[in-house]
C-alpha cells in the first residue's frame, strides 16, 4: 500500500523507478513508430491500477503523426509491450500547447498521454 502512495510523489524512489521503466519502454516503442520523436516524460502516476499521465514530445509539428495514428498505433504496440502490463482501450492522447513545464525549444509538438499500464516491476511486488 505504500507503494502507491510513493507514486503520488514524484521525488520518490518508487515514482523515480517505475517513471523510469515506463519512459524507457515509452521511447522504445514510439522511436520505432514515429520518425520524429523525441522523448517521452512521465509527468504523474495515479492509483486505479496506476494511471500513468505522461508527455510525448515531437521534433517538429510539420511531420508528426496524426493524433489519431499516435492514438491506435501506440496503443496496438503496448498490448504486446514485453514491460508494461496495458489494460486495452485506456489510452488517450490529446495534443497541447501547454508545454511550459518542459524545457524544449520553439518548433516541438508535445501530445498528452494518458494510459492505464503497470510496468511488470510493480505487478511482480
Not at 522523448?39 to 503523426?65: A, C, H, I, K, Q
Not at 486495452?88 to 525549444?105: D, F, I, K, Q
Request: aromatic residues 6%.
Amino acid at each position: 500500500m505504500g507503494e502507491r502512495r510513493d507514486l503520488a510523489n514524484n521525488t520518490s524512489a518508487t515514482f523515480i523507478e517505475l517513471a523510469s521503466t515506463v519512459v524507457k519502454e515509452i521511447n522504445r516503442i514510439c522511436t520505432k513508430l514515429f520518425s520524429r520523436f523525441s522523448r517521452s516524460r512521465v509527468n504523474s502516476f495515479t492509483e486505479g491500477s496506476v494511471v500513468t499521465n505522461m508527455t510525448l514530445v515531437f521534433r517538429d509539428s510539420s511531420s508528426v503523426p496524426t493524433l489519431s495514428a499516435v492514438q491506435s498505433q501506440l496503443a496496438n504496440a503496448l498490448l504486446t509491450s514485453p514491460f508494461l502490463e496495458y489494460i486495452n482501450g485506456t489510452l488517450v492522447v490529446v495534443t497541447t500547447s501547454n508545454s511550459a513545464a518542459l524545457p524544449t525549444m520553439g518548433g516541438l509538438t508535445v501530445f498528452s498521454l494518458t494510459m492505464v499500464a503497470v510496468a511488470q516491476m510493480l505487478l511482480n511486488s
